[in-house]
């Protein structure tokens, strides 16, 4: 276009119109293009930002321009240039057509949210046919008047169907449902200014516009306008509902919270305290008492609530019989027994905390109007404590399951300093031969022996069996053994009259005296001390109570067991303990075999839980003696594992076997 002057007036030399509305169709179908092709401006759930990008962005841009242009024009007294006039108004036009663009898109977002497929393809529908229409009416092609209103109609009732689609409201809660409201005000706002803007210089003498283009410009700003007028209704259709919609996401986040407690490696009063603090701001409650039962450590927690008012609720409902199920009161003033109780609260809620197994305690919840808890407030705190009582349960098998694993750790610790307190080589010299086997029957046991060389070619033999099993038995176990090590190689025992040995029940007598101070009063510990002088050819021993000795007698040719008295260490806890253990000598011969036991092996049992028992150790020895002392221990070890077969060791088996050899030196063979 181009200024002319014509009588001193200023005039404008315009395009031909329909050049000017097929550069206004180029410029708008673009533009709406490019938008189309944009990536999706809805970010997630963020309705309330995609609303204010939308409102504070060109909107806000394009209605500052045009609240210019007005209050030029409405301000100034002499007619404005209309160069400048043109100017603005095809710079407002082209920022009108960005914010419709704008607009458009931003409802395609919100109406395709979460939308059936159906949906998504009428939209598709509804661009095109709308495009077409305002294009018909841009280019001002002449269509029959009814079938033009029909068109329009069409195509407005198609949108009005569109926009019925609000599915993104309900997932806004009562604050944002104001802001979004206030945002669509805005919107409309907007729209409104610019329609009041393209009205009042529709008929300006220096509008060099054609004529359909107000049309195409008001047709697009009603379908803009009539989607944000039905936001704005549906938000506040939906007001009314924001209260529950928040209550209830309410309910996921505090149930979420207690599922995520467990893997935060909270505690179990922890777990409760969130299922109080959510159970009272979930329901509004305005005390409340959470009761546990079954824990040491925790016993619950007041809110708002003095314990004798706690208590002399929960007896009464105890004297009612309520105690156990759930339980609601909307009338506390009204009610017999709690108007003697003048309770500041007029409605209570209790509900028992059981799980599958017991009941843990209970949750009682109180507000002080009159029907302030709903029968759907029942359900609602019931799949609280639900999950309470799963996470609790699942603190519990989590801890109960690091608490075996420490338990295991300890175990494989016990048994591997166990392990290297058994002997793991055994005496060897040219006048016996030992053979020996140990089997505990957990982890770690109480049965122990031990070796150790005395001066003058003697050795002493000590066996045990601690009263009990597992780690508690495998420390005592340890204690003897230091025991055993201390008396013996200080040697401070009493010798007979002949010089030979030193006296095992001298041994057993200090011993019961050092472990009277680290056994429990209830533990007592069986062993026998061996001390063979085989230069000399003879032993002696002592037995405080353990399993009688095996031994077979070369010369006899018999098989027979050592019958002497004896009493268990720890069992007497004073000095008199000595006078009931008994020495017994003896000269063994070249070719005697003797057995030492604990009681794992005679009371091993089959299927018909019948012993093993001394008689059958006997008959094994008699079938063995001539063999060498390994053999006889594997044979009597087959012949147990054959007669207990299938089943279990149910005590800690030790068999030592010692066979005096046939050809002792200093002797022929």
Same mark, same amino acid.
């Given at each position: 276009?181009?200024?002319?002057?014509?009588?001193?007036?200023p005039?404008i030399?315009?395009?031909?119109?329909?050049?000017?509305?097929?550069?206004?169709?180029?410029?708008?179908?673009?533009?709406?293009l490019?938008r189309?092709?944009?990536?999706?401006?809805?970010?997630?759930?963020?309705?309330?930002?995609l609303?204010?990008?939308?409102?504070?962005?060109?909107?806000?841009?394009?209605?500052i321009c045009?609240?210019?242009?007005?209050?030029?024009?409405?301000?100034? !007294?002499?007619?404005?240039?209309?160069? *400048? $006039?043109?100017?603005? @108004? %095809? =710079?407002?036009?082209? +920022?009108?057509?960005? /914010?419709?663009?704008?607009?458009?898109?931003?409802?395609?977002?919100?109406?395709?949210?979460?939308?059936?497929?159906?949906?998504?393809?009428?939209?598709?529908w509804?661009?095109?046919?709308?495009?077409?229409?305002l294009l018909?009416?841009?280019l001002?092609?002449?269509?029959?008047?009814?079938l033009?209103?029909?068109?329009v109609?069409g195509v407005?009732?198609?949108?009005?169907?569109?926009?019925?689609?609000?599915r993104?409201?309900?997932?806004l809660?009562?604050?944002?449902?104001?802001?979004?409201?206030?945002?669509?005000?805005?919107l409309?706002?907007?729209?409104?200014?610019?329609?009041?803007?393209?009205?009042?210089i529709?008929?300006?003498?220096?509008?060099?516009?054609?004529?359909?283009?107000? !049309?195409?410009?008001?047709?697009?700003? *009603? $379908?803009?306008?009539? @989607? %944000? =007028?039905?936001?704005i +209704?549906?938000?506040? /259709?939906?007001?009314?509902?924001?209260g529950?919609?928040?209550?209830?996401?309410?309910?996921?986040?505090?149930?979420?919270?207690?599922?995520?407690?467990?893997?935060?490696?909270?505690?179990?009063?922890?777990?409760?305290q969130?299922l109080?603090?959510?159970?009272?701001?979930?329901?509004?409650?305005?005390?409340?008492?959470?009761?546990?039962?079954d824990?040491?450590?925790?016993?619950?927690?007041?809110?708002?609530?003095?314990?004798?008012?706690?208590?002399?609720?929960?007896?009464?409902?105890?004297?009612?019989?309520?105690?156990?199920?759930?339980y609601?009161?909307?009338?506390?003033?009204?009610?017999?027994?709690?108007?003697?109780?003048?309770?500041?609260?007029?409605s209570l809620?209790?509900?028992?905390?059981?799980?599958q197994?017991?009941?843990?305690?209970?949750l009682?919840?109180?507000?002080?109007?009159?029907?302030?808890?709903?029968?759907?407030?029942?359900?609602?705190?019931?799949?609280?404590v639900?999950?309470?009582?799963?996470?609790?349960?699942?603190l519990?098998?989590?801890?109960?399951?690091?608490?075996?694993?420490?338990?295991?750790?300890?175990?494989?610790?016990?048994s591997?300093?166990q392990?290297?307190?058994?002997?793991?080589?055994?005496?060897?010299d040219?006048?016996?031969?030992?053979?020996?086997?140990?089997?505990?029957?957990?982890?770690?046991?109480g049965?122990?022996?031990?070796?150790?060389?005395?001066?003058?070619?003697?050795?002493?033999?000590?066996?045990g069996?601690?009263?009990?099993?597992?780690?508690?038995?495998?420390?005592?176990?340890?204690?003897?053994?230091?025991?055993?090590?201390?008396?013996?190689q200080?040697?401070?025992?009493?010798k007979?009259d002949?010089?030979r040995?030193?006296?095992?029940?001298?041994?057993?007598?200090?011993?019961n005296?050092?472990?009277?101070?680290?056994?429990?009063s209830?533990?007592?510990?069986?062993?026998?001390?061996?001390?063979?002088?085989?230069?000399?050819?003879?032993?002696?021993?002592?037995?405080?109570?353990?399993?009688?000795?095996?031994?077979?007698?070369?010369?006899?040719?018999?098989?027979?067991?050592?019958?002497?008295?004896?009493l268990?260490?720890?069992?007497?806890?004073?000095?008199?303990y000595?006078?009931?253990?008994?020495?017994?000598?003896?000269?063994?011969?070249?070719?005697?075999?003797?057995?030492?036991?604990?009681?794992?092996?005679?009371?091993?049992?089959?299927?018909?839980?019948?012993?093993?028992?001394?008689d059958?150790?006997?008959?094994?020895?008699?079938?063995?003696?001539?063999?060498?002392?390994?053999?006889?221990?594997?044979?009597?070890?087959?012949?147990?594992?054959?007669?207990?077969?299938?089943q279990?060791?149910?005590?800690?088996?030790?068999?030592?076997?010692?066979?005096?050899?046939?050809?002792?030196?200093?002797?022929?063979?």
């Amino acid at each position: 276009m181009m200024l002319m002057r014509t009588g001193g007036i200023p005039k404008i030399a315009t395009l031909p119109n329909w050049a000017l509305l097929v550069a206004q169709g180029v410029f708008a179908g673009a533009v709406f293009l490019y938008r189309r092709y944009q990536p999706d401006p809805l970010r997630g759930t963020d309705f309330v930002g995609l609303l204010r990008r939308l409102v504070l962005g060109p909107g806000l841009l394009a209605t500052i321009c045009v609240a210019l242009h007005l209050v030029q024009r409405l301000t100034s !007294a002499q007619p404005s240039n209309p160069a *400048f $006039f043109t100017i603005v @108004y %095809a =710079l407002n036009l082209g +920022l009108f057509i960005v /914010f419709l663009a704008y607009t458009c898109y931003t409802w395609r977002a919100l109406v395709l949210f979460r939308a059936p497929y159906l949906v998504h393809k009428q939209w598709g529908w509804f661009e095109l046919i709308l495009g077409i229409t305002l294009l018909l009416r841009l280019l001002n092609i002449n269509v029959p008047t009814m079938l033009a209103g029909i068109v329009v109609g069409g195509v407005a009732a198609f949108g009005v169907y569109l926009s019925t689609h609000q599915r993104w409201v309900a997932y806004l809660n009562r604050r944002q449902k104001f802001v979004v409201i206030s945002l669509q005000l805005g919107l409309l706002a907007s729209l409104g200014i610019f329609c009041l803007y393209f009205l009042r210089i529709q008929f300006d003498p220096l509008l060099v516009a054609p004529a359909p283009q107000h !049309a195409f410009l008001l047709l697009t700003v *009603f $379908f803009a306008a009539f @989607y %944000a =007028l039905m936001g704005i +209704l549906v938000t506040l /259709f939906n007001l009314p509902t924001a209260g529950v919609f928040e209550q209830k996401r309410e309910e996921m986040l505090n149930m979420q919270r207690m599922t995520q407690d467990i893997q935060r490696g909270q505690t179990e009063e922890q777990v409760y305290q969130t299922l109080l603090d959510a159970a009272v701001q979930t329901l509004g409650a305005d005390a409340a008492w959470l009761r546990i039962d079954d824990s040491p450590d925790y016993s619950g927690q007041l809110y708002n609530l003095e314990m004798h008012q706690a208590e002399a609720v929960r007896g009464l409902l105890d004297s009612y019989s309520l105690s156990e199920i759930d339980y609601l009161n909307n009338d506390l003033g009204s009610s017999g027994g709690f108007q003697q109780l003048a309770l500041p609260y007029n409605s209570l809620l209790m509900m028992p905390l059981r799980s599958q197994k017991q009941q843990h305690g209970a949750l009682f919840l109180f507000r002080e109007q009159r029907q302030g808890f709903e029968r759907d407030n029942l359900s609602i705190l019931q799949t609280f404590v639900s999950q309470t009582m799963l996470s609790v349960e699942n603190l519990q098998l989590t801890q109960a399951a690091i608490q075996n694993e420490r338990y295991k750790e300890e175990l494989k610790l016990a048994s591997s300093v166990q392990d290297s307190l058994i002997p793991k080589t055994l005496p060897t010299d040219n006048w016996f031969e030992i053979s020996s086997h140990a089997q505990a029957a957990r982890e770690v046991g109480g049965d122990f022996y031990d070796f150790l060389h005395l001066p003058g070619r003697r050795l002493a033999i000590l066996i045990g069996d601690v009263s009990g099993k597992g780690v508690t038995a495998a420390f005592h176990m340890a204690q003897m053994k230091g025991i055993f090590h201390a008396l013996m190689q200080e040697n401070p025992l009493a010798k007979d009259d002949k010089d030979r040995f030193p006296l095992p029940s001298k041994f057993m007598a200090m011993a019961n005296r050092a472990l009277v101070h680290c056994l429990e009063s209830s533990s007592f510990i069986t062993a026998s001390l061996y001390i063979v002088d085989y230069e000399n050819g003879g032993f002696v021993f002592a037995r405080a109570g353990h399993c009688h000795t095996l031994y077979y007698h070369s010369l006899k040719e018999e098989v027979s067991y050592f019958r002497s008295t004896g009493l268990g260490l720890g069992i007497i806890r004073t000095d008199g303990y000595e006078k009931h253990i008994k020495n017994q000598f003896y000269d063994y011969n070249p070719g005697d075999v003797m057995v030492i036991y604990t009681d794992g092996i005679v009371e091993a049992r089959d299927g018909n839980k019948e012993e093993y028992g001394e008689d059958r150790l006997l008959a094994m020895l008699e079938k063995t003696y001539y063999l060498e002392a390994d053999q006889i221990k594997q044979a009597i070890l087959d012949d147990l594992n054959a007669f207990s077969y299938g089943q279990p060791i149910h005590d800690d088996q030790t068999l030592l076997v010692i066979k005096f050899k046939t050809a002792q030196p200093g002797s022929s063979a």
